[in-house]
Structures are given as C-alpha cells and as structure tokens.
C-alpha cells in the first residue's frame, strides 16, 4: 500500500506492506534510527513519537494507519544544530545513562509539558508510568521535566 | 582546567543519546544484509524426533534454515563455562538443541531471510516433532529422587557442591548460643531487562576468512578469545568484534550467548551480512536470569546480640545449562560475603548448583552479593525483633572497627578500609531516624502499618586481583588495560579495555586522564568496545572500571608525564630531578623558574619532530599499561527507608528511601549519584514486583512487559543520596566500585520495612516479591481470617 507522510517535516511517499509496524517504518524504511524499540507490547515507550502533537507508542502502530499524518521523531524534536528545553534538561540533569529509552522517555516528556506545564512531582511521575528505564531509577529524569517545564514555560 | 576529581560534570557522551543519535548495534544498516530469526521451543523440556525445514527452506526471500545440527558438522563447538571449581560437571551447550531442548526458548532452527518479516514468517513452516518429557523448575527439588534428568553429564541434576568454612566448628558454636534465628528465604528468579534487547550482526569477508561481529556486549575481547579458543574456531586475529553503544547490561551482557554464534555462523555460510534483534519475549526467555536461591539460614547470638555463628545452605537454580559464569555466582560471590559489616567468628555456607528447565541464570546486578546481603540482613533484622534490640543498634554492636583494616574475614576476604558506624550515623542523621521511629510509634496506636526498614550491606567489587579469581575457579583474568595516545597537538585518544554501557565513561575515564596530565576533557577522547582497536580488556562488571580500568589510566599517565618530563628537561638543559610537571595546566617548568616551561602540546610537537630528544629516547608518546590490582574494594553502605502497607489491599507504599555509602574517593558525584539511585530502583523492583516467575510444568508466565512487573516512574519517592568516604587502598585513585551497591542493599532495605510494618500483627518472614496480594493473605491469616 501506498502512504504518504510527513515526518520531521520532510515529506515521503512509500510503498509498504499491510503489517509494518510504524517503527520499523521509522527505522527501517526512512533509516531514522533514534526511535529504539524496547519491547514490542507498548508497555516501555523507547519507541514514542509525536503523530498529529500526540505522544503514540509507534510499535503497536501499523504504517498504513498514519497515511496522511505528521510525524516527529527525536531526529526532528529541535532544529538541526539545536536541542529542544526537554533535550538540555536530560542532559543537565543526568537524566539518562544507556540512552536507550532516552529519546523515547523524551518525545513523552515534551508532550506531558505541553499538555500541562504546571506539572507536580507526582503528576509527573505518573504521566511517565508508560515509559520504562532501567537505568536512573527515574529521578533525574523528573528532575529533567521539572526543569524543562520551566524552560519550557518561560520560552512561550 | 584540571582538577576534575569529584567535580559533577556532566556528560560528555550524551549529545549523541539525546538526538537519537546512539550507535546501537540493532541500527546497523550495511549494503546487503539479511536478517535471522530462531525458531524456539515452546516446551520446556522435550526429545526432539525431526526437524523439517523444508517448507521454510521454500518460502520466497529465505535463504537459508540451519539447525543445531548443521552448527556441528560446522564446526560450531558447545558454549563453555568460565568458572570450574573442583568436580564440577559440565553438561554441554550447544548454541541450537540437538537432542532435545531443556528450556521454553531453547532455539532449535535459524531462518535468514532478506528481511526480518519473512524471517518470522518462515519459523511458522518449520515443523519440529517434540516429544514432551516432565520438567523440572525448583532448583531443591531437582536433586530429589526420580525428578526429571536433564543431562547425562549431571546425575541427580547436580552441577557442583561448593563449600566453605568448618561445619562442625559452626554446628558447636550454634549449639552453644543463647539465641539462634533460623530462617528459610527464598531469593526470587529475576529478568535483567536492559532495555536494548541483546542484538548482533556479522559480516563474514570470504577473500580474507576474516569476520566482524558486532554484539551488545560489555566484553568484546573475552566474546572473541571465546570464539576462538572454544566456539567458533577462528583465530582471533581474523576475528573483530565490536560491542558500540550498550544499552544496558546490568551482567546480562557479559555471557557468550549462543546467538553470537548462530549470527556469524549464518553469515559465513550465505556470505552476505546477518542480522539478529530479540524481541522482548526472547530477552526473557534467553537472557541470563538472576538470583533464584532457596537457603536456609541460622544464625547464633548471645542474648546481648552478638553474633557467634552463621549456618548457611543454599540451592542455587543455574537454569537448564551453565552460563558463562554461573557457578560462581552463588558461590565465591556469595558466601564469601557473608561476614558483611561484622565480626561473626564462624561461618559455614555450602551450595548446591542445580539444573532445571528454565533459562540459565548467571550474573545480574550485584551477582551473589545481593543475594548474601538479603540473606544475612534479613536473619539480623529478625533477630532484632527476637532480642528486641533496635536493628542499628544491633548491627553497631558487630561491626568490625575502623583500626582493625585490613580485616581477614572468616570467608577469605580481606577488607581494605572503612569505618561503619560513620556511614551509619550520617545515615541516621539523613533519615532522622529517631523521628522515624516516633511517628512509627504514633502511626502503629493509630493501627496503621508502618514499617522502617534498616540494613548494612558491604560487597567486593573492583574485581580483582587475579591470582585471587583464578585461584577461585574462574578462568579469567581480571586485570583492565589503558592506554593513553597523545597525538602530535596534544589531544590525545584514549583506549580502554573498561566498556561503558550506560556507566558514562567518556566523561569520568576522561576526567581522570585530564588530572593526570593536565589536560582539558575537551581534549580527550575515550575510546571502548572494538577489539581492533583497543589493547586487549577484559569489560566491565562488578563495579570495577574506575577502580581496575581507572587504575590503568593512571598508569599509563605516569609514563608519559614521566617521558614528556624528561624531554622538557632536555629541551631547556635543566636536570630531569629540577623539573615540576603542573598538573593544574599541563606545563613542566624548572623548579624555581616557571618561566622556564613548556606545554604539553609544545612536547607532544616536539616528539613528532624527534629532532631533539635526549640521547636514546625513541620518538612516539603512546603508553599502555595493564593494572590488576592487589585486592577487590569493599563498598559499604547503610540504607534507611520507610513504607505504609495498605491493611486494605495489602500494597506497600515506599515513602522515603536514604542511600548513604561509602564508595570511597568519588570521581564525578553526578554519576555516583545516578548509578546509586538507579541501583536502588532495582533493588526495590525486586523487593516489591519483580519475578522472573515459572508454572510447576516450566512455562515462563512472565515472558513479556505484560507480566513482568518492571520499576516504573510512580513506584518510587525521591530517593536521598549521601556518603562517607574512606578511601580504597586498593587501586591509586582510592576509589571502591560504585555500581551496584544501590541494588544490593535496596532490596533488604525495603524487605525489613515491609515485616518491620507487619511485625505487630506477629508476620515474620514472606518471601520476595512483597506483592499486595501476598501481603494481604498474610494479614488475613494474622488475623485469623482468610483461607
């Protein structure tokens, strides 16, 4: 099947089978490899993009359902030379070691802010519940929205 | 610019991690690569009567289907097992089943295919005919007559005994006590869960019989001497193998597992690139398991709560083969910690290494040592209850002192520094604990469940000297290397045998290089994981790339501060002994004379054009060195938190958790920080969800994200980090292993919060995990409801 989609704000026509997953159409078909894919039931969000400004687990979602859709991937979260806030924060913080449910952990996180910039601790940590690390324990990574929500804020 | 020892910077790696831009071996792309799936059993122990291929074989895209079988008469050799204590009996491991298969997910066929689709698609048409066999799964049970055999090799499906101490010393002395807790404990199955799952890929260059497989490990020199000298057969210098960025281990990573076999395997045999990636439910049913002990404990005291004796046996479930290092797991990393911060006289513990149909298990964060503080902290927890004695106040009145290092323990460890009581009191001072208790007073007239939980917990990492691990059966050096290459202008490329796969390396491995030398972090990179590249290592695990990999550095660091001075000697006619090398900017003047100087980069120039060197010094500034240090290091730690069980439902909420440890000298506390609380998160998951958990018949009922209950963002308060420091003597940067002492002690901590909050309803002990429905039968049982 043909689908057209704009990912990153670059847009792509391809021919896909029926079942691909969209991560692997990410990956695989347009070589974005920063989605990572973490366990394949939706439960650990490394695989979070940003389809129509919302956070989606594209593991669980079939290529064919985003015809028509816009796409962010972490590749495409701040233009190119740039980090987004939520990016600085990670980084400021030590929210992440192994890296791997980073850019996942980070396309939710930006949504969460977005959708609610005055966040408390508690909010937070149960607007990640669906994004799993293995790492950090998940304290810095609060820290990291804590801190990007001020950024965040203060930029609008 | 220098002094970057115990400055919180933060890392230089994560511009990549942020972006997406991680080098993860599943996002290798190379020009005609397949891609490879394995078929696996679904019973856990089974004859294998035929394999038919040939409709997978068949189907379009496919290009080849290999079984265990094919792997021999390939040349393939069984998986072998690098620690060896006396007697032990090895069954053999072939990477696919030949015979039968003795786990769910024992792989029995490969597909390659041109992709990954077809290569799922095409393990649906392989037909195998399995004729079932009883399993197995409790590793005491297994040795109990008429249990299921699993291998020839090992009757009784015993691997191995391994014992130390005087029994009969230890029987007398608990026969002599005025007290004895005697406690049976089960240490629960867990799943490591990186969160990459493992991946590889190889590619095979026909012309020159070389082959390059990258693989998610955190050893790729030991994966490749493995490879040569047991499994694969090539000579190691045809032989790359490349371990990028890591996403996780946690141990899970160290072992040789079989698809680093079958990978490479498959690309020799198509000559086209091969990829692998495991789904998650692979990841639980192939990657090497943790824990799974069942002891029991006794422990002697006098009525004043000193303790005389400890009486510990143990059946340590290895899984239906034996992993990389499995045997030393529950054996010279367990028993011989069973000392922990105390001076108990006499210990005895034995293991029983035991075969089941289950996964292998092998080393998982911490690796025997959790399992002997779990063990140890529980019965001294119980026994404060017992005696009555408040549970720090009991430990206090154990602890070996701070003037009596280095302590020879009963079970062959010698302690290198610490001082107890201290890590102790800045602890209760964190945690306010007396306050704890008052509110824990006032919470229990209330009827509320409240518990506080207390433990101290020491383990060895730094690992090791070698003599020492060799000595104890293991088949590996444990030495690091590090070499420092300063290039023409100064900047300078490091290489390290250490593999960072979260650890952050590149910032800490540099800042010790940038102390050294006097040289800006900016100016330093640190190269892993390529044994093309690097001197031969040995990896990282057991907390031991500051103090064995940092060891090295420093060095390596001295030989060419010791160089660079000499040439600046001869360069401005002054005695090498009249020289100062700066370690704050990097310049080396003459004593009395600063402006006599030269920088770093000036000598680093000065070696390319070797046009004036002193008589006999050969140009070049490169130095490798290989540290193996005199002795492991002994993190220590005293963790304090608080929990509220819900009489309710039986759910424990964790309110405060206090992590104070000495890890000793501290190199970047950001990273200390992250990897101690990061540490603690997994040993409260294994405390409270966590259960890499099994039916009686050996199918995993926890084989995905569905069952298994990870740590998850709102399971935990902000946890407090502090510490104390008593330097290591035991490496020149007097640092102690850092990586995994949050977990060792999280999982007790949380454990004795748990009984201390049901101790009034008169509960003694439940085993782990500590899930609301468990808690909630042991409350209606207490209460004498309930069925």
Known sequence: ?156 | MANYMGKGIKRVEDPRFIQGQGKYVANLQIYGMTHAAIKRSPYPHAKINSIDTAEAEALEGVLAVFTGQDMIDGGVGPIPCGFTPPDIKLPPHYSLAVDKVRHVGDGVAVVVAETAYIAYDALDLIEVDYEPLEAIVDAKEAMADGAPQLHEETPNNLSFTWPIGNEEEVNNALAQCDHVVEVDLINQRLIPNAMEPRAAVAQWDGAMENLTLWTTSQNPHTIRLLMSAFTFGIPEHKLRVISPDVGGGFGSKIFHYAEELIVPFCARAIGRPVKWVATRSEAHLTDAHGRDHISRAKMGMTKDGEFQALHIETYANMGAYLSLFAPMIPTALYHTLMAGLYKTPLIYGITYGTMTNTTPVDAYRGAGRPEASYLLERVIDIASHDLGIDPIELRRKNFIQPDEFPYQTPVALIYDSGDYDGVFDEAVKIADYDKMRTEQSSAREEGRLVGVGVSGCIEASGAGPSAAVVGLGAAIGLYESGAIRVHPTGKITVLTGAHSHGQGHETSLAQIVGDELGVPIEDIEIVHGDTEKLPYGVGTYASRSMAVGGGALVMSAEKIRDKVTKIAAHQLEAAVEDMVYDRENGTIYVKGAPDKSKAFAEIAFAVTLANNLPEGMEPGLEETSYFDPPNFTFPNSAHICQVEIDKESGEVALQDYIAVDDVGNIINPLLVEGQIVGGVAQGVGQALWEHGAYDENGQLLSGSFMDYAMPRADGFPGIQVGRTITPSPSNPLGVKGAGEMGTIAGTVTVANAVMDALAPLGIRHIDLPLTAQKIKAAIDAANGGGD
């Open chain 1, 1 to 156: 099947m043909n689908i057209s989609v704009a990912v990153n704000g670059k847009s792509y026509t391809r021919d896909v089978e029926p079942r691909m997953l969209l991560v692997h159409f990410i990956r695989d078909v347009l070589g974005l490899t920063g989605t990572n894919i973490g366990c394949d039931t939706s439960q650990c969000g490394a695989c979070t993009v940003h389809l129509d400004g919302m956070s989606i687990k594209s593991c669980t979602t079939l290529a064919v359902m985003v015809d028509g859709a816009d796409i962010t991937t972490i590749e495409g979260l701040a233009p190119k030379g740039n980090l987004h806030p939520m990016q600085k924060a990670f980084w400021e913080e030590h929210g992440l070691q192994c890296g791997y449910c980073t850019p996942g952990m980070i396309m939710a996180s930006t949504k969460l802010v977005e959708n609610n910039p005055n966040m408390s601790e508690s909010e937070i940590r149960h607007g990640l519940e669906g994004n799993i690390c293995r790492c950090t324990g998940y304290q810095n990574i609060v820290k990291a929205v804590q801190s990007a929500s001020k950024e965040m804020a203060g930029g609008d």
